[in-house]
């Protein structure tokens, strides 16, 4: 049995993870301190005798008695507002935890995935956005503390494979949905379910034109997977080029919910990035990957979701 070890396995995308692992066969080890991951998220696994978790921040020296076969850094707040509430840590774990655990995948032979971002472009000037696109990203604005956290993240990563020949790959994500999102996380996507299922308005921020492009959940862990195992070491990038503007996203979630709230408009954030949609074209050659699950599927499931665990 293959060990591999989770950071931020308690969250989002890190929990669902952990679940597609298990079922794999894989061992696995969650490191999550819990600061935006959610224990909720993995407490259906913690009588399974192949899952272990460790409560412990990556950005201190990682110690592991096991042997590691993978190691997958998902670590991070991952919210805007997140950024702009926790700024210093959202650099520390882009950097000092990404340090670590490269040193921790250098000591055990591991091969390491980064979890990198879509704003590791920016606000892209090039669209839609390849991996060969070095990307538009204002150092200073409040969403800099991630963009550039993600940047020194994969040029570490880089640094590791070609000085210590560690084998590494690097994911760029763009927008991911599903369940286990928090309702509370600022995000697009619960924002607007939450505020559909509760008949509140619709909290457009600007005039709702810019884009975005949105992943399902289960599409994401199954192209984090193959990236795993497959030999690429440039960055890749995983997402769903179904693009839509979030005035079109907001009717869409309220025709979804069957809600009468109204929809308003508020400021756009700083650096809002204009638009956003992957190029998935390496992801299709070297991976064999493509999002199956459409737009429409995806936000049923997860408004179901919403609906229950609001109860
Ligand atoms: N957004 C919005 N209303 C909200 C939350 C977000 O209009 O209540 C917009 C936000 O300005 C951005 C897009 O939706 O243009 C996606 O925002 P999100 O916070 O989900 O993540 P981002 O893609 O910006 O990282």
């Known amino acids: ?3 591999v070890l989770v950071t931020g396995g308690a969250g989002f995308i890190g929990s669902h993870l952990c679940d597609f692992l298990l079922e794999k066969d894989y061992h696995v080890i969650c490191v999550d301190n819990l600061l935006t991951g959610n224990e909720k998220n993995i407490s259906h696994l913690l009588n399974n005798e ?29 919210s805007p507002i997140d950024y702009l ?24 032979k591991a091969t390491f995935l980064l979890a990198s971002s879509s704003e590791v472009y920016g606000d892209p000037l090039v669209h839609p956005q390849p991996e060969t696109y070095w990307g ?17 993240g994969e040029a570490i990563t880089l640094a590791y494979h070609r000085v210590h020949k560690i084998d590494t790959k690097i994911a760029r994500i763009f927008n991911t949905f599903g369940p286990r999102m928090r309702i509370n996380d600022g995000r697009v996507v619960p924002n607007f379910i939450s505020q ?10 600007g005039d709702g034109s810019q884009t975005r492009s949105f992943c399902y959940i289960s599409d994401m862990v199954d ?21 839509m503007s979030i005035i079109d996203f907001a009717k869409k979630i309220k025709k979804l919910t069957k809600s009468n709230s109204k929809i308003i408009f508020e400021d756009l954030p700083v650096d809002d990035p204009k638009v956003r949609q992957p190029d998935i074209t390496r992801a299709k050659e070297v991976l064999g990957w493509r999002p199956k699950v459409s737009l429409d599927e995806g936000l049923k499931n997860t408004i179901s979701w919403f609906r229950s665990s609001r109860l």
């Open 85 to 108: 509430e926790l700024p210093i840590q959202t650099l520390k774990v882009g950097s000092l935890g990404t340090h670590n655990t490269l040193g921790l995948a250098k000591e055990k």
């Open 223 to 243: 192209g984090v997977y193959r990236l795993m195992l497959f030999n690429e070491t440039d960055p890749v990038n995983l997402g769903n080029p179904e693009e």
């Open 136 to 152: 538009n990203v204002n150092p200073i604005g409040p969403r800099g503390v991630y963009d550039e956290a993600k940047r020194f």
């Open 50 to 78: 192949n899952f272990e978790f460790i409560n412990h921040n990556v950005t201190k020296y990682i110690k592991i008695n096991k042997s590691l076969n993978y190691i997958l850094h998902f670590a991070s707040p991952a």
């Open 1 to 3: 049995m293959e060990n």
């Open 196 to 205: 559909a299922l509760e008949n509140k308005p619709l909290t457009v921020y």
